[in-house]
């Protein structure tokens, strides 16, 4: 069997790095269409097509790193997957429902009567919405340590939007990035708005997260990670302000630039995520369950990371390829 | 209703509801590269004419197949963590290599098929189409290669209730894998090919003059007059294979209580299960020793005989139903195969016929899968892990409360699924396919000068 020489600790670490990169790319890649799905404007038809049709070649693909890391946290960390879904079964169910309903609407809005469109295209703008609150209160109890009492509540509440902010400001960012003349107006205020939400959603939940969990206020306030720890928001609100500035200059700038809010996006997305990876780390499950604890056998850990180091980076490779072939503004709408 | 019982409706409620969408786009997906194919061949734009319906069909009843995929992935978790935590050494990896080696394929690739047709080179579609294709039957050997373990586990081992992975090969291909897998195409053949044929009558009957539904109906019924007999064959291999490794299933399959030689085959009958013994049999005399023994005399071993067996009516009806189903397939095809080489059409009763029979290959699939999950019972893994071990300790109430809504969303889109597949077939009809450009191309074209002389 390759990869024998790895310790069950270097196992571990590999598959929660994994997990993380799933849920980061997850994040990213279905945020913005989620973000995309939650702004349609349930009054122009004309826009609903074009936002549609921005996401149409990607979004199947991007719902996939939910399912990569569903499968990882099964397989990798049966326990902590057990734990997590049981305690998050309604969330999770109506989070299910949510998928289910703009996965289908997405194809049914393309094939019925001109009058039932409308009626699909709500079904998938709130099936959206039933999506992004559903993931961020589940991030939120999560975070918690799967606690269930009223404060932990709150707080899921306070992630729940905190999380559809974050995905519609993404998601307006990718329409700038896909859109033109009057729909990528639109996109500017909506990203504008997005970004002061999503601002106020970080601040409140770091405050929140700084007193959830004794550890990781200690690890917060120690030295030398301390330091460490404090410059990732700081450079995620510069970044922000960057992207203020650069949401009101672009509509001047006749076309240039168009790709940097999303950018930013993507990076203060990069920088939250990994401002918790590093304070709940050991843990799987933040303050009750380990890595090592919760860990599977070494032998199907390794069997599945043989592929994994063949197939990941060929996964990454036709992923790029695609958004090579669809690169530029988003063509009228389609289906074939 | 416990917990329990409660997650095994809804888990049979999700796979019933999941398992219709790739048994279209499995086979669906080769049907549209051979379309594509032609097209590319050919340059006869009939082709595409009929690639273009029908790959608006594959999308429709892919996105149907992943929404009910990603539930299915965390049902796992919700519904059925022993199973996870005491086989999930086996189960995780086999359905990670899915993910990761079809899933992504497919959903990527997709995305190129569906919406890239104008963006890149003809060659790189046709090869999208393929790797979707390849990518869906990918997606069905992990999937039956995990439930075949589950069906005859070999390749592992079990320390304190835990199943470790020993050799990977024997946990891949398992003793009833082959024939699973062979199955299960050719089940998905089916499928696909009665539900284009299906629709095609459907345009034809309504009045559609057009070559895209004749030739659609063409490729589909030879394509199911050749694969029924195939089916019926690995059927009744997979039925030996069954007897082999699980007596138990066959036995209540047959409807047998008695161990005994001379076994009768079974039309009808009502198996009751308290007092051991059937009612209102209707029978062939030796037939079932003679099909799973290939003797009149051939033992085969009674339900009585077993300490733990499946429930015996599920089971013995759903193989009554799936039979019957495959004659009607048999029957409607060659009946459609001969009608076609003879005079190049369908009469009017047999287009009828083929109407009614458009999703005759899922009734025919459900009823096998029940035969088969249900014939397991009362083991998730045969002999390793009771399902009653494997099951949530979850709340009843948020079963229930999951159950319904999913009760309720499926029903409407099984509705919304068929009766937009209806509006695709009128909306065709309506259309004037063919241009007086497209007319000339085609008189240009030799090849497609013979095809226009076989319709």
């Known amino acids: 069997m390759p990869f024998e020489s790895l310790s069950a600790q270097t196992l571990g670490d590999i598959y929660i790095g994994l997990l993380g990169l799933a849920v980061l790319l997850y994040a990213i890649l279905d945020g913005y269409d989620l973000g995309v799905g939650v702004l349609l404007p349930p009054r122009e038809e004309k826009f609903r097509d074009d936002m549609i049709a921005s996401i149409g070649p990607y979004w199947d693909a991007n719902e996939t790193w939910l399912v990569l890391a569903v499968g990882l946290l099964l397989f990798a960390f049966p326990q902590a997957h057990s734990q997590v879904l049981q305690t998050l079964y309604i969330p999770a169910t109506f989070m299910l429902l949510g998928l289910i309903l703009r996965g289908v609407s997405f194809d049914f809005r393309a094939k019925v009567a001109q009058v039932k469109k409308r009626r699909w295209d709500l079904s998938f703008k709130y099936g959206s919405l039933l999506t992004c609150l559903a993931q961020g209160y589940m991030l939120g109890i999560y975070v918690t340590g799967l606690r269930t009492d009223l404060w932990a509540q709150c707080f899921a509440l306070l992630a729940a939007l905190g999380v559809t902010a974050a995905y519609v400001f993404i998601g307006s960012c990718w329409l700038i990035l896909k859109a033109e003349n009057q729909l990528q107006e639109k996109a500017f205020y909506w990203a504008r708005r997005g970004l002061i939400a999503l601002a106020v959603g970080i601040i409140a939940v770091s405050i929140a997260n700084l007193t959830l969990h004794d550890t990781v206020r200690a690890l917060w306030l120690s030295q030398p990670w301390g330091y460490f720890l404090m410059a990732i928001p700081i450079a995620s609100f510069t970044l922000l302000i960057l992207c203020g500035i650069a949401l009101k200059r672009l509509p001047e700038a006749g076309g240039k630039w168009e790709w940097l809010p999303f950018t930013i996006a993507i990076m203060v997305f990069v920088l939250s995520f990994s401002a918790l990876g590093i304070s709940y780390y050991p843990f799987v499950i933040p303050g009750k369950l380990t890595i090592m604890a919760a860990l599977s056998d070494g032998n199907s850990l390794r069997f599945l990371l043989v592929g994994t180091a063949v197939v990941v980076p060929l996964i990454l490779a036709y992923t790029f390829m695609v958004y090579r072939i669809f690169a530029g503004k988003s063509e009228k709408l389609s289906y074939y | ?455």
Request: aromatic fraction near 14%; charged fraction near 15%; glycine fraction near 6%.
């Open chain 2, 1 to 455: 209703m416990d917990a329990l019982i409660l997650s095994r409706f809804q888990f049979a409620l999700n796979m019933s509801f999941h398992i219709l969408f790739p048994t279209i786009t499995i086979a669906l997906g080769w049907f549209l590269f051979y379309f594509k194919l032609r097209s590319n061949i050919s340059k006869h734009p009939v082709w595409m004419r009929i690639y273009r319906f029908w790959v608006r069909v594959y999308a429709l009843s892919f996105a149907l197949g992943v929404v009910s995929g990603v539930t299915m992935s965390f049902q796992f978790g919700t519904n059925w963590p022993g199973f996870m935590e005491k086989a999930g050494n086996v189960a995780g990896p086999l359905l990670g290599y899915e993910v990761l080696t079809a899933f992504f394929l497919e959903a990527t690739f997709l995305g190129i098929m569906l919406f890239g047709i104008r963006k890149v080179p003809n060659w790189l579609h046709t090869t999208a189409t393929l790797i979707v294709a390849i990518g869906t039957t990918v997606s069905a050997f992990w999937i039956l290669a995990l439930d075949s373990w589950m069906q005859t586990p070999q390749g592992h081992e079990v320390v304190d209730g835990i199943v470790y992975a020993r050799n990977w090969f024997e946990i891949i291909f398992s003793p009833s894998f082959p024939y699973r897998f062979t199955h299960m195409l050719l089940a998905s053949g089916l499928t696909a090919s009665f539900l284009i044929a299906g629709l095609s009558a459907y345009r034809i009957y309504k009045g559609d003059s057009k070559m895209a539904p004749k030739i659609a109906l063409k490729t589909a019924t030879y394509t199911a007059a050749v694969l029924i007999p195939l089916q019926i064959l690995a059927g009744d291999m997979h039925g030996l294979n069954t007897l082999e490794h699980q007596p138990q299933k066959i036995a209540a399959m047959e409807g047998l209580w008695e161990t005994s030689n001379r076994v009768p085959l079974l039309f009808f009958a009502y198996p009751n299960e308290n007092d051991r013994e059937n009612r209102y049999e209707i029978s062939i005399p030796l037939a079932a020793s003679l099909i799973l023994t290939h003797s009149a005399e051939g033992e085969i071993k009674g339900l009585n005989e077993f300490e733990e067996h499946p429930p015996v009516a599920p089971v013995f009806y759903s193989f009554r139903v799936m039979v019957s189903v495959g004659l009607l397939m048999l029957f409607t095809a060659w009946q459609g195969a001969y009608f076609l080489m003879r005079y190049g059409k369908l009469p009017p009763w047999l287009l009828k016929v083929f109407m009614g029979m458009s999703f005759s290959g899922w009734v025919a699939t459900l009823a096998g899968w029940y035969v088969t999950e249900i014939g397991r019972q009362p083991y998730i893994v045969t002999g390793v892990l009771r399902t009653e071990d494997a099951v949530t300790g979850l709340p009843a109430g948020n079963v229930v409360l999951s159950f319904t809504l999913y009760a309720l969303l499926y029903a409407v889109l099984l509705v919304a699924y068929m009766r937009t597949l209806t509006l695709m077939c009128r909306r065709s009809i309506e259309i004037e396919e063919i241009t007086t450009e497209e007319r000339e191309m085609a008189k240009a074209s030799k090849m497609s000068r013979a095809n226009i002389r076989s319709n």
